[in-house]
């Protein structure tokens, strides 16, 4: 059974940074694509960035192209999401996935992380 427990969100100022993290069980990053989508109230789901499970292809939203980064340690079964130059508009609950189908269809996720970006 897939497990996925994100953390690392909080209130940061604009312009601030953060780093998430999720750790995933088993074999789950070596599996599959691995993705982060957020959402936001009375906003659609967002995706946001993927990587593949072999981890040489990503992919990311253009709202946070070269301010994103996606990353994972298979050592420690983490996948993570480094933002930098953060917006308000990027406040919302962030989710890590297990990708079915980029970027529109997540077969698991975990309970989410609450990113607040104050102006």
């Known amino acids: 059974q897939v497990q996925l427990v994100e953390s690392g969100g909080g209130l940061v100022q604009a312009g601030g940074s953060l780093r998430l993290s999720c750790a995933a069980s088993?074999?789950?990053?070596?599996?599959?694509?691995m993705g982060w989508f957020r959402q936001a109230p009375g906003k659609e789901r967002e995706s946001v960035a993927a990587?593949?499970?072999?981890?040489?292809?990503?992919d990311y939203a253009d709202s946070v192209k070269g301010r994103f980064t996606i990353s994972r340690d298979i050592a420690k079964n983490t996948l993570y999401l480094q933002m930098i130059s953060l917006k308000p508009e990027d406040t919302a609950i962030y989710y890590c996935?297990?990708?079915?189908?980029?970027?529109?269809?997540?077969?698991?996720w975990g309970q989410g992380t609450q990113v607040t970006v104050s102006s």
């Open positions: 996935a297990v990708v079915r189908r980029w970027p529109r269809d997540y077969a698991y």
């Open positions: 990587i593949s499970l072999s981890g040489a292809w990503t």
């Open positions: 088993g074999r789950t990053l070596t599996s599959h694509t």
